[in-house]
């Protein structure tokens, strides 16, 4: 007679056989091992989390759900199932419930460091960045050796662009941990973006050495710096990066954009060249082993159902751009959802929210939020911009309604072939340009912009509130620092050296070495003038609008220039001198004065932009007729509800074609 095995005994067993088999990546033995452990005993709370994060990674939410409330049910003290869901309900973009189981489990057990650890995170994720960085601090205390606690705190630090401390906690990390392989790749991503290319790319590669992955490589050799010393070295990021993508493709190196986030190349767009052949061959980069298919066939309501996506809608340039046409369209002909990438819960995102038909908040996973927008079954996905947000950009690799669209929130072509419209105006294309996009381009008669007019603010009243001098003459151009491409550099020195009294106003960079590197440049080609470039630190909004009326000249830079700062300047009546090129970039303000009937402040060239900007701000009585004229016709850029008319029979045509 064989002798009866103690029923805890083998639930023990089987789960630990269930966790070997999980960790040799064998989902389905390790499956069978916890169902099979549960049914010997069923109340064994660690099968049911072990079971339950097997069928999260098998995209069986609500079965994971289940598993692992069973498992919190029969041991609320084991803060791994708090953590687990959590974890499965942040991925949902359940912001909320993951927060307070784990606050829960920070309660049940204080002194266990994974719980902060999580819940920093979330917050993180949340933009909580102030809580987070003392729930960090808090996890120090608890482990002051962690080296993985110290690159978390790091990475605060670098969200609140702390930039010292970030450094300080990262160097911290890898003295405690030398081999951490994802602090070197997030120590390179700090000084990536301080522009500190060269260094980045060592902690990359020092990375990749530790941890090979695709991605990671694809990172490595496809930077791009924000900030340039000359034209020549532009030159020479395009042929490195050149040389890299082939390279890349040769090699058969991929990523899976329905499983891993793709890299953006942000600033590639600042180069002022077509860009078309280095989108596309990124894009070849996304191709990865999975192919997910979805039924793209939307149930016809008689509405057009239509979905806007993006992380920055909501206060920030995207969100102010777009707004007014999301609340605008038709409610009769279009059924609209407000997809959000991230916390969007400041008055512009709220007020999207409030006139969208539903609200969605896309999960942080990729699979679940493709996922969650599929099941929208929409006509259209509008994506307001493309290459902003690494993210979004990665969601734009599939195929998730049957006609997507993008527009200029970042002036670029995606090179994607699932991107089906890039929508410009016929204002901002050149026969040159048409060239530049992998997209089927439309134009729309005007900027697809219905923007809220701005109350113009009193010039003299502005000045005296910034303590200007009353005979400096102040040429504004408030743009981040690398819109400064080094052709502009001319333009400044010219209009500085022809007015003695000329002051340039720029507002400063909140990256750490920005600055520092463009400074770098002027001290060669604008040194004798460069005591006259002030820098100005970022200021709140009503502040802000008083600086853009206390100018007398606004200087659109070249190659890349304003879009909604010229909306902003020219409801102020300021003057804003452009110099268009070819690329839709660096021809916004030009469709703005071409929408005005007028062209006095467009020039065809350098020497045209230094003798137009000084007598604008030498030629005080030129400069008020200017002011007085801008603010007459101006009026037509303004709450402009033709252009959402155009939107919608736009729309209506590509889903009847």
């Not at 041991?75 to 309900?89: A, E, M, Q, V």
């Not at 702390?162 to 392989?181: F, K, M, T, V």
């Not at 990021?237 to 890349?248: T, Y």
């Not at 300047?569 to 929408?595: K, W």
């Amino acid at each position: 007679m064989e002798p009866v095995q103690d029923p805890a005994a083998l639930a023990h067993a089987l789960n630990e056989q269930g966790v070997a088999y999980a960790r040799a990546g064998n989902a389905e033995a390790a499956q069978q091992a916890f169902e099979q452990a549960i049914r010997t005993r069923p109340e064994m709370p660690s099968a049911y989390n072990n079971l339950g994060n097997i069928l999260r990674r098998q995209n069986r939410l609500q079965d994971a759900e289940f598993a692992f409330l069973r498992s919190i049910a029969l041991d609320p003290f084991d803060t791994s199932g708090l953590i687990n869901l959590s974890r499965l309900y942040w991925n949902q973009g359940r912001y909320g419930e993951a927060t307070v189981l784990l606050r829960n489990a920070t309660r049940v057990k204080p002194d266990e460091p994974e719980a902060w650890r999580a819940l920093g995170q979330l917050l993180v994720e949340m933009s909580q960045t102030q809580e987070s960085l003392a729930i960090f601090r808090k996890l120090l205390e608890l482990a002051p050796r962690d080296a993985e606690a110290h690159m978390e705190i790091a990475k605060v630090h670098h969200e609140l662009r702390q930039w010292s401390e970030a450094e300080a906690a990262y160097r911290r990390a890898l003295e405690l941990d030398p081999n951490l392989s994802a602090a070197h790749a997030n120590f390179a991503f700090l000084l990536s973006d301080q522009g500190l290319t060269a260094d980045a790319r060592q902690h990359y590669g020092r990375a990749y050495d530790l941890q090979p992955s695709p991605r990671l490589r694809i990172v490595r050799d496809t930077m791009v710096p924000p900030i340039y010393q000359s034209v020549s070295q532009i030159q020479e990021v395009r042929e490195q990066l050149r040389d890299n993508h082939r390279r890349l493709i040769a090699d058969g190196v991929t990523i899976d954009p329905t499983d891993k986030v793709m890299p953006t190349l942000f600033y590639l767009t600042y180069h002022g060249f077509n860009d078309r052949e280095f989108m596309q061959q990124h894009a070849r980069l996304g191709n990865g082993p999975r192919t997910v298919k979805f039924d793209l066939r939307p149930p016809r309501s008689g509405k057009i159902r239509i979905g806007f996506i993006s992380k920055c809608l909501r206060d920030h340039t995207i969100g102010r751009l777009n707004r007014d046409v999301i609340a605008g369209l038709s409610r009769a002909d279009f059924d609209v959802t407000f997809f959000a990438v991230g916390p969007s819960d400041d008055y512009i995102g709220q007020a999207i929210r409030a006139r969208a038909d539903r609200y969605v908040v896309v999960p942080g996973s990729l699979s679940a939020a493709i996922q969650a927008i599929v099941a929208q079954q929409l006509d259209i996905l509008y994506y307001p911009d493309i290459g902003m947000d690494p993210f979004s950009y990665t969601l734009a690799y599939s195929r998730l309604a049957p006609v997507q669209c993008v527009t200029w929130g970042h002036p670029e072509t995606t090179g994607l072939p699932t991107m089906d419209y890039f929508v410009s105006c016929k204002h901002c294309e050149t026969p040159e340009s048409l060239a530049a996009y992998s997209e089927q381009l439309e134009l729309l008669p005007r900027l697809g912009v219905c923007y809220e007019r701005l109350a113009p603010l009193d010039h003299l009243e502005s000045r005296r509130f910034f303590n200007f001098a009353d005979d400096e003459h102040i040429y504004c151009c408030p743009q981040t620092l690398f819109k400064f491409h080094p052709d502009f550099d001319e333009v400044i020195g010219g209009i500085l050296r022809n007015d003695p009294r000329g002051v340039l106003l720029l507002l400063d960079s909140q990256h750490g070495k920005w600055r520092e590197l463009l400074e770098q440049r002027w001290k060669r080609t604008i040194g004798d003038v460069l005591s006259r470039v002030r820098f100005i630190k970022h200021q709140p909004r009503p502040d802000y609008l008083r600086l853009l009326a206390a100018s007398d000249v606004m200087l659109d830079p070249m190659h890349f220039g304003g879009g909604n700062s010229s909306y902003e300047m020219l409801a102020m009546g300021t003057p804003v001198v452009t110099l268009p090129s070819p690329f839709l970039r660096a021809r916004l303000t030009l469709a703005m004065y071409r929408q005005m009937e007028f062209n006095e402040l467009v020039v065809e060239n350098p020497r045209q932009y230094v003798d137009l900007a000084v007598r604008l701000g030498t030629d005080a009585d030129y400069r008020r007729g200017m002011r007085k004229t801008l603010l007459e016709r101006s009026s037509v850029l303004y709450e402009d509800r033709a252009i959402i008319r155009d939107y919608e029979a736009f729309f209506k045509r590509i889903v009847k074609r």
